[in-house]
């Protein structure tokens, strides 16, 4: 099953605006990472914050995580047409042997228009 | 290309057979991990390896599932008597976990995927 959603479903830009997603979880998490992926291929790592982190940034990207409300949210700056894909958020839970498996959100489709 | 590599790119089965995926994962790392995705969906997690041990599986692989990673190296899902449920995109990722000390992280890394269609 999901950990939980991610929200919007599905956002469209234009280039060099700022695109801003959510996700929301539902247990406690190690980490919590956001990963990329274009259409029909695999999964591309963007960025991992720690359950005691609150923000983190990469390039682009910002992340920010609250886990009071259980939620974070990546935000891509200055988009451009090449950062059109699915974008998602995935929950370890850390723990045992569970520690290591992802949870995923069900995406958001972002599309950037030249 | 040292990245995970996952064959065959696309498997059509007829329902009732069996089939089988194939996973390489990047050489040094000693964790394994299957995911099925459906359209408009986010992966879920199958099962993983830590090296050649099975460390946990899903309700979501019954008992027609099963993988394995004989050697720590490759590793093998195979489905037997597949179902029309059964089709979708299987997800092999990689990762490497430090196990004596240092800051964990799992960053896993993706295979293109298998996709699978049963008729």
């Known amino acids: 099953s999901q950990q939980g959603e991610e929200d919007p479903q599905a956002l469209s830009i234009q280039e060099g605006e700022n695109a801003t997603m959510n996700c929301s979880y539902k247990?406690?998490?190690?980490?919590l990472q956001w990963y990329r992926q274009n259409s029909g291929r695999g999964l591309v790592h963007l960025i991992l914050?720690?359950?005691?982190?609150r923000e983190k940034h990469s390039g682009r990207l910002r992340v920010t995580l609250d886990t009071s409300k259980k939620s974070s949210s990546l935000l891509i700056t200055a988009s451009r047409a090449a950062d059109t894909a699915s974008y998602f958020c995935?929950?370890?839970?850390?723990?045992?042997?569970?520690?290591?498996?992802?949870?995923f959100g069900q995406g958001t489709i972002l599309t950037v228009h030249p | 290309d040292t990245g995970v590599s996952q064959n065959p790119r696309h498997k059509i089965t007829k329902r009732g057979q069996n089939v089988t995926f194939r996973c390489d994962p990047i050489?040094?790392?000693?964790?394994l991990y299957w995911y099925r995705q459906t359209l408009g969906q986010g992966p879920e997690f199958l099962t993983y390896?830590?090296?050649?041990?099975?460390?946990?599986k899903s309700r979501l692989l019954s008992d027609r599932f099963s993988a394995e990673r004989p050697k720590g190296s490759f590793s093998t899902l195979e489905i037997q008597r597949t179902e029309q449920g059964d089709s979708a995109m299987y997800l092999c990722?990689?990762?490497?976990?430090?196990?004596?000390?240092?800051?964990?992280?799992?960053?896993?890394?993706f295979g293109a995927g298998t996709r699978l269609s049963v008729l």
């Open positions: 990722a990689s990762s490497l976990e430090m196990l004596a000390g240092g800051l964990a992280k799992n960053i896993q890394y």
């Open positions: 247990t406690s998490i190690n980490n």
């Open positions: 914050i720690r359950s005691n982190e």
């Open positions: 995935a929950t370890d839970r850390g723990g045992g042997t569970s520690y290591g498996k992802l949870t």
């Open positions: 050489s040094e790392h000693n964790r």
């Open positions: 390896f830590q090296n050649e041990a099975q460390l946990e």
